[in-house]
């Protein structure tokens, strides 16, 4: 195609790092574009860094056509449109949608003079501040102290917990299958733990009041990890709102950070993960060489021996995904894969009853991109989960990783719905 020709020919840009007075990196006057591809996508991603433009998603076109995501700086925009190939605006411009997501919004609970009260539903109106999300947590538990309790899984590069809730019902504490939940192993995704929290939330509130919620409590244990990138994500909050992998450091690059959930030791060093220390899906010089992956994965293989795990779901955004395993290859299928296709598909009729907003359901590498050293693979084939899925939230890419506030409770809301049923049937 005659744009990558183009764009070879666009010598590096030495665009200065945009700072606030804060150090906070400004994403002012970016526009992001939505990049036709074709058959040319090893060459496409071997020159975005020539434009300074940042790969935000991609779609390997089983479903929409072969296409990316990119933010594009405002110094590079003369020769990104100069060049010959497809394209869409998906958003004019970068900065004013992170604003769109509002400030941090302070912490409060329903009774503030109650060190037992569930926190107010106002949470998920706004997003908050990292302490704010432990402090979520520790109010919840409180709330539900006798069928509840905190839990860590390992420690993160920068020595942070990796702090999660077990919630469990009237057969008592570590008595029945396990669902385990986990959102924000990408930092940048910040709706899929407000997804997650939201889930804990209706789970402990409705408890004693609604008999069907009591029911998936009484026949579950829930281990539900909001936040398992904490130090990613504490760094989207003070440094770079489009950080996606960890923070850890590696000697021999000066590349920070490694996709965590390409990490994962099963099926690792195949296509879908890159080998480049500085690139977005960065797996690792080893598989499970992550602190954060030990962490989550010694979890599930506990849970595994334990009682085994009947659900597993790895929460992200975006594009409105249920994905079912595999991520390694887009041939290989679960002995029990005709079932988890027409639930996930049920799933995704579920969803869509209170805003009919649309989820694609199907097999992850078929359906959007391959993924080796992906977690559903590792839960299904290693921990032997009935299901091990990936979901990727809202939206399709309007305003993609930056949601603004208003839509988490609708956004929160869809999906509750979808696991109503999704626990009632399976």
Request: net charge negative; hydrophobic share 40%.
């Given at each position: 195609?005659?744009?990558?020709?183009?764009?070879?020919?666009?010598?590096?840009?030495?665009?200065?790092?945009?700072?606030?007075?804060?150090?906070?990196?400004?994403?002012?006057?970016?526009?992001?574009?939505?990049?036709?591809?074709?058959?040319?996508?090893?060459?496409?991603?071997?020159?975005?860094?020539?434009?300074?433009?940042?790969?935000?998603?991609?779609?390997?076109?089983?479903?929409?056509?072969?296409?990316?995501?990119?933010?594009?700086?405002?110094?590079?925009?003369?020769?990104?449109?100069?060049?010959?190939?497809?394209?869409?605006?998906?958003?004019?411009?970068?900065?004013?949608?992170?604003?769109?997501?509002?400030?941090?919004?302070?912490?409060?609970?329903?009774?503030?003079?109650?060190?037992?009260?569930?926190?107010?539903?106002?949470?998920?109106?706004?997003?908050?501040?990292?302490?704010?999300?432990?402090?979520?947590?520790?109010?919840?538990?409180s709330s539900f102290s006798s069928n509840s309790e905190l839990i860590t899984a390992g420690k993160t590069f920068e020595d942070r917990d990796i702090q999660g809730i077990h919630l469990w019902g009237s057969g008592g504490k570590d008595s029945k299958p396990a669902i385990y939940f986990h959102g924000n192993v990408h930092a940048r995704e910040w709706i899929s733990s407000k997804v997650v929290e939201y889930i804990i939330y209706q789970l402990v509130a409705n408890y004693d009041n609604d008999t069907t919620i009591k029911g998936f409590v009484d026949d579950y244990d829930f281990y539900i990890l909001p936040i398992v990138n904490p130090d990613g994500f504490l760094y989207t909050q003070t440094n770079d709102r489009l950080w996606r992998k960890n923070r850890q450091t590696r000697s021999g690059t000066t590349a920070v950070g490694t996709d965590v959930n390409r990490n994962w030791p099963y099926k690792w060093d195949g296509e879908g993960s890159s080998t480049s220390p500085g690139s977005e899906t960065y797996r690792g010089a080893a598989a499970g060489d992550t602190p954060e992956n030990t962490g989550i994965r010694t979890l599930g293989d506990q849970l595994a021996a334990k009682n085994g795990i009947k659900l597993y779901i790895d929460w992200h955004s975006y594009?409105?995904?249920?994905?079912?395993?595999?991520?390694?290859?887009?041939?290989?299928?679960?002995?029990?894969?005709?079932?988890?296709?027409?639930?996930?598909?049920s799933l995704a009729t579920a969803i869509a009853k209170p805003y009919g907003t649309r989820f694609t359901a199907g097999q992850t590498c078929a359906t959007l991109y391959a993924t080796a050293g992906g977690s559903n693979d590792y839960v299904t084939d290693v921990n032997k989960?009935?299901?091990?899925?990936?979901?990727?939230?809202?939206?399709?890419?309007?305003?993609?990783?930056?949601?603004?506030?208003?839509?988490?409770?609708?956004?929160?809301?869809?999906i509750w719905e979808g696991l109503k049923f999704l626990f009632a049937n399976f």
């Open positions: 195609m005659k744009f990558l020709q183009l764009v070879s020919l666009v010598a590096p840009l030495a665009i200065a790092s945009r700072l606030d007075r804060r150090g906070k990196i400004v994403y002012d006057g970016y526009k992001i574009f939505r990049v036709a591809t074709g058959n040319d996508v090893a060459a496409f991603e071997a020159h975005i860094e020539s434009l300074e433009a940042i790969d935000l998603t991609h779609n390997h076109g089983h479903v929409e056509g072969e296409h990316f995501d990119i933010a594009v700086p405002p110094e590079s925009l003369p020769a990104f449109e100069a060049l010959n190939f497809t394209s869409e605006i998906l958003s004019e411009d970068l900065g004013a949608d992170i604003a769109l997501e509002g400030e941090l919004a302070k912490y409060s609970r329903l009774d503030a003079t109650s060190a037992a009260a569930l926190p107010d539903p106002s949470w998920f109106t706004a997003y908050h501040a990292y302490d704010d999300h432990l402090t979520f947590l520790k109010d919840i538990q594009g409105q995904y249920i994905l079912t395993p595999y991520g390694y290859s887009c041939s290989a299928a679960t002995s029990n894969q005709d079932k988890q296709d027409l639930l996930a598909k989960a009935e299901y091990g899925w990936a979901i990727e939230l809202r939206d399709t890419g309007r305003n993609g990783f930056t949601l603004p506030a208003n839509q988490i409770l609708p956004a929160s809301t869809e």
